[in-house]
Nanobody
């Protein structure tokens, strides 16, 4: 079992930056793929970014070149640096962990409670 707790969300203006954090606890000895997803009101949860244990990253096209995922294994923490934020980035952002790489929601076994990001235009 892995417990995930996100933090760092808030209300910002378009063009601003924000960094989300996801602290993991529990069975952090396993080599999980860590991912960020988001869900806007009335929409399905969608993939944002992922980071494998080996250091491979992947991004959704909509955030590529603006968002950066990173992880500090010593602190069991994953980060999502979000730059040049747009109104369409407004959503609840979720941290998730999986034992295999993928961009599909169903592949991820553990989820945080989410943190709200609101970008005003």
């Amino acid at each position: 079992q892995v417990q995930l707790v996100e933090s760092g969300g808030g209300l910002v203006q378009a063009g601003d930056s924000l960094r989300l954090s996801c602290a993991a606890s529990g069975r952090t000895d396993r080599r999980y793929v860590m991912g960020w997803f988001r869900q806007a009101p009335g929409k399905e949860r969608e993939f944002v970014a992922s980071f494998t244990w080996g250091g491979t990253t992947a991004y959704a096209d909509s955030v590529k070149d603006r968002f950066t995922i990173s992880r500090d294994n010593a602190k069991n923490t994953v980060y999502l640096q979000m730059n040049s934020l747009k109104a369409e980035d407004t959503a609840v952002y979720y941290c998730a962990a999986a034992l295999q790489w993928g961009t599909v929601v169903g592949l991820y076994d553990y989820w945080g409670q989410g943190t709200q990001v609101t970008v005003s235009s």
